[in-house]
């Protein structure tokens, strides 16, 4: 059926009732798509800003380390160094330059790096890599301190800010059992038999053509990129929606809307784990958000009442190479998750000379534009990692009085 030029480039969500497939599209049953589930649904039987907030809140109690007046109470902490309180920058004089303390609280490891500070790392030139730079990387990350599986870990800078934020079972932790991550990859999956991606030229992705040399039985490599942003070089035309949402064809569009609706899922999760970790920077996020027109926004969000970015790239069985997030919010946050069936690939930090293992179904929020992260080689069949981001010209476009 042939798609009128006054078609929309995915069809919009008016209302906040599930939309299905009109039932002449041969598009997949509702059924295979886990959309707009409630996170505190499962976990609290609830859904309702206040419980969000209480979950937040117990959460990042346990994600921050231990103030001076609390030590008693944690006797079964392990400790190396000074106790620190995030909101006291007092608290880190005497503290050697250079030196790192680290708490573990159950399963969390908290670690503060005193010879770092977020706005030094946040105004370090970008210098351009050799040709050679990800495979020296890579030999180098060798050394890192490798952080034991299956723990949560945080960064924080030499006055506590938090620089990253790693949850290797983001997903479980906020939807219990429920394969909500199986889900979206299948949902994935079923989006790129449909619709070719488009191979990566960027520089984080260089090595892309080598990549699939080496490893044959990846059968496709590329990125989609789905929001608004600026065309390269064409700033003074301001925002525009991204080429990837201008898909065309009666089973395409919907297909599309259902991945989106999908991919909501993961959005609830982010901002639940990002008010834990900066509830104020996270609500900064979605009040830019709310200033973006509806003749974008709504083409563009993934859930109706709790969207937070202006840009999700979802980037497929690719290996990511070192790279610093220079056009993202200054001072503020990248996150991704990362689906799929493969080993290794775990996440790397540069300035932190840490690797921090990756698995299907983790979530992890960082600094992106201060601190030089990529992958290392994985392994296995397939590796989706979905990213998402909030551009700073996007960001001051819309503050423009």
Known sequence: ??????????????????????????????????????????????????????????????????????????????????????????????????????????????????????HDLLSKPRVKQEDDYPYRMLEEAKGYTEIPAGHTYIALDSHGRRLVAIFPHGLTDIYGETDVAGAIKNNIELYIQQVKPPFPTNGRHSEATAWLQANPVLDRCGTFQWGVWVEQGNSQKGPVLSRDLLVKGARTIPILRALLDSLGNITRAVNALFGAVDYKMRDEYREAFCRIPAEFGRYMETCHDVELFSLRVLIINAWTQPHRDTKDWHGGWAWLSVLGDFSGGDFCLTELRRRIPFPHGAVAGLRGGALEHWTTHWQGTSRYSIVHVFHQFIREWWEKP
Not at 6 to 11: D, F, K, S
Not at 68 to 93: I, L, P, Q, R, Y
């Open 1 to 118: 059926m042939a798609v009128s030029k006054a078609t929309p480039p995915i069809e919009p969500r008016r209302s906040n009732r599930i939309r299905r497939p009109a039932a002449k599209v041969n598009a997949p049953p509702p059924s295979m798509f886990a959309r707009g589930q409630h996170p505190m649904n499962i976990r609290h039987r609830a859904n309702n800003a206040r419980t969000v907030r209480q979950w937040e809140k117990k959460r990042e109690k346990v994600l921050r380390p231990p103030r001076a007046k609390d030590k008693e109470k944690h006797d079964g902490e392990k400790h190396d160094g000074e106790n620190h309180d995030e909101e006291n920058h007092e608290s880190t004089k005497g503290v050697k330059k250079g030196s790192v303390s680290t708490w573990k609280r159950g399963n969390v490891i908290i670690e503060q790096f005193h010879g770092l500070d977020m």
